[in-house]
Nanobody, 125 residues
């Protein structure tokens, strides 16, 4: 099993920045992807960004490219999401997730095996 704990959410004005953290524990050596997803009120959970834990390549949703950066600190088993130029439409609960399965693209929500509890990000206009 993998346990995930997110932190760093909050309230920020449009144009501002936030940095989310996700601390992983447990069977982290089996993790292929660590990803961030988000869910806005009344909407489905959607892919935001992912990083391949051992190989470091990253993927982003088109809506956040150029504004968000995913990174990881393998020594601390922590993944980060740096969010810049935030917009009101970025308001959502952000979830960290771990994919331990046979590697796919890392963008498919159904391939992720473990999830954190989520952290609220609110961007005011």
């Amino acid at each position: 099993q993998v346990q995930l704990v997110e932190s760093g959410g909050g309230l920020v004005q449009a144009g501002g920045s936030l940095r989310l953290s996700c601390a992983a524990s447990g069977r982290t050596s089996s993790t292929y992807y660590m990803g961030w997803f988000r869910q806005a009120p009344g909407k489905e959970r959607e892919f935001v960004a992912t990083v391949a834990w051992r190989f470091l390549f990253t993927r982003y949703a088109d809506s956040v490219k150029g504004r968000f950066t995913i990174s990881r600190d393998s020594a601390k088993n922590t993944v980060f999401l740096q969010m810049n130029s935030l917009k009101p439409e970025d308001t959502a609960v952000y979830y960290c997730a771990a994919d331990l399965s046979v590697p796919g693209s890392g963008t498919d929500i159904s391939s992720y095996d473990y999830w954190g509890q989520g952290t609220q990000v609110t961007v005011s206009s």
